[in-house]
């Protein structure tokens, strides 16, 4: 491992390098991962060593500010490009704009549940915590650069929101978030159609969000356009998202007593990115028991878990549309793991999916069941967690949070261990859903309160790759802009 010990949060670390788990690009630093999003090869990056944290790091983060364990926490996987001092001043900017002071705090809601609120954010979903980083991150390496950026990004309601609001001003990049159109919530679809700035842009797409994120794939699978609009992409495959993810599971675990006692979280799940953030802690050296991936109807995963076949269906709505995605995009970093890194299987696997719509987990079937659960909360399920909680302790979850609720409770209704729910909204994102299950329309808090009457700009084009490029070529500023 790369870690020496130099004491509490002071652990030095070996540079870092990135690689594709399709094994046939280019090996990376951190900060050309963060800038390319996705690998040339159509794979995604993961470090080739995995850092860890000793026990006495992790017991030192206890009460300390979230900006503190951030930067330690993420610190190892920028070896080489970023030092300590300006990755601690980019985390305490980022995390000032949180509406709580512990930026995401606990919230007991059973004798041995906690709600881990990740929702504090300017656009009240847990995408802020690592987009706002995020943000700070790009500006960062491409004023070191010279260059600008475009960024594109698919969203099924919270990325594009948290990417407009994390971009918005931003002299160095510009931001294109396609969203489907009329698949989104109001309050949704306003954080990303009311900000003026002149250089975000939001695009409604007549398609499912499947559609969005073919688009998104197809610009960057065309390296010309790619390279001349300098494109860069900020949905959950970027790595720099994850590993900002990950400093909240030893925030919550190191606050209830981590690591002298084992924690179990679950984790409500569309792209499979938070969840592999859990991992990646897990794999750091942090104490958890139990990983439960919390799906709706949109059960693919549970299907795998059961079965040890991928196999996609089409995609139904529900209250929780966040989570409503049949391709968990980051799933195939942790197969490349579970299976030994083997690039060849996962550029098999890939291929049959884009094929037939189905692969067979094979070598990785068995660490996937053993490392993680995986519940499905069905529409019925979600509603009767939402009451029941409400009922018993007058705390209102979100959908998505009441699948987390829900899956936790399935897996193990008995274990001692602390369990922790990773709450990914705020209910007054989803006031229709929530109006219906509970008779109640929860209120936006003051801070946006202009939201729902401020004047949207967005533009509606078709499910077609050609418009779409038309647009971005439209909307972007030349790539040498501000940067010469
Ligand atoms: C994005 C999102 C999820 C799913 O997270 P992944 O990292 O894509 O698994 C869950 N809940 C909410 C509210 C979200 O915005």
Request: net charge negative.
């Amino acid at each position: 491992m790369a870690a020496r010990h130099g004491g509490p949060t002071t652990q030095d670390f070996e540079d870092v390098t990135y690689i594709s788990t399709r094994g046939e690009a280019l090996s990376l630093t951190f900060e050309d991962v963060l800038l390319n999003g996705l690998a040339r090869d159509g794979g995604l990056y993961l470090p080739d060593v995995w850092p860890t944290l000793s026990a006495e790091t992790i017991a030192g983060f206890a009460g300390k500010p979230f900006a503190d364990v951030a930067t330690e926490v993420i610190l190892p996987f920028t070896q080489g490009s970023i030092d300590r001092a300006t990755l601690h001043e980019m985390a305490a900017d980022a995390y000032s704009r949180f509406d709580h002071p512990a930026v995401t705090p606990l919230v007991q809601i059973d004798r041995n549940r906690w709600v881990l609120e990740l929702f504090h954010g300017p656009t009240l979903a847990f995408k802020d915590v690592a987009m706002q980083l995020l943000a700070r991150l790009m500006d960062h390496a491409l004023s070191k650069r010279g260059q600008r950026a475009t960024i594109v990004g698919a969203t099924s309601g919270d990325t594009g929101g948290a990417a407009v609001e994390a971009f918005r001003g931003s002299k160095r990049v510009d931001v294109i978030v396609l969203f489907p159109d009329g698949r989104v919530s109001d309050v949704q679809r306003r954080m990303m159609t009311t900000p003026t700035d002149a250089n975000v842009h939001a695009v409604a797409i007549k398609g499912t969000f499947d559609d969005c994120q073919a688009l998104v794939k197809a610009m960057f699978n065309d390296h010309a356009f790619r390279d001349r609009m300098s494109l860069s992409g900020v949905n959950s495959i970027n790595w720099a998202r994850i590993v900002a993810q990950v400093t909240y599971y030893f925030v919550a675990a190191a606050a209830l007593g981590a690591p002298h006692r084992p924690m179990r979280f679950a984790v409500p799940t569309g792209n499979f990115g938070d969840i592999l953030a859990g991992w990646v802690a897990k794999r750091m050296g942090l104490p958890i028991d139990q990983l439960v991936i919390a799906s709706n109807a949109n059960d693919i995963l549970p299907r795998a878990h059961a079965t040890g076949v991928y196999e996609m269906r089409s995609v139904v709505e529900t209250s929780s549309p966040s989570m409503d995605i049949q391709i968990s995009s980051n799933f195939e970093r942790f197969l490349f793991e579970a299976s030994g890194r083997d690039a060849g299987f996962i550029r098999g696997a890939m291929g049959a999916l884009s094929q037939g719509g189905r692969f067979e987990l094979g070598a990785a079937a068995k660490p996937f069941a053993t490392e993680f659960g995986a519940v499905a909360a069905d529409e019925a399920l979600v509603a009767e967690t939402i009451r029941r909680t409400r009922a018993a302790t007058g705390y209102l979850l979100d959908p998505h949070t009441a699948c987390g609720v829900a899956a936790l409770e399935a897996a193990s209704p008995q274990s001692a261990s602390p369990g922790i729910v990773l709450s990914t909204a705020h209910p007054a994102k989803f006031p229709d859903a929530m109006e219906k299950i509970t008779g109640v329309r929860p209120a936006l808090p003051p801070r946006l309160s202009t939201l729902l009457d401020a004047p949207e700009r967005f533009e509606v084009l078709d499910n077609d790759a050609a418009a779409v490029k038309a647009f971005v070529e439209r909307a972007a500023r030349p790539a040498t802009a501000g940067a010469q």
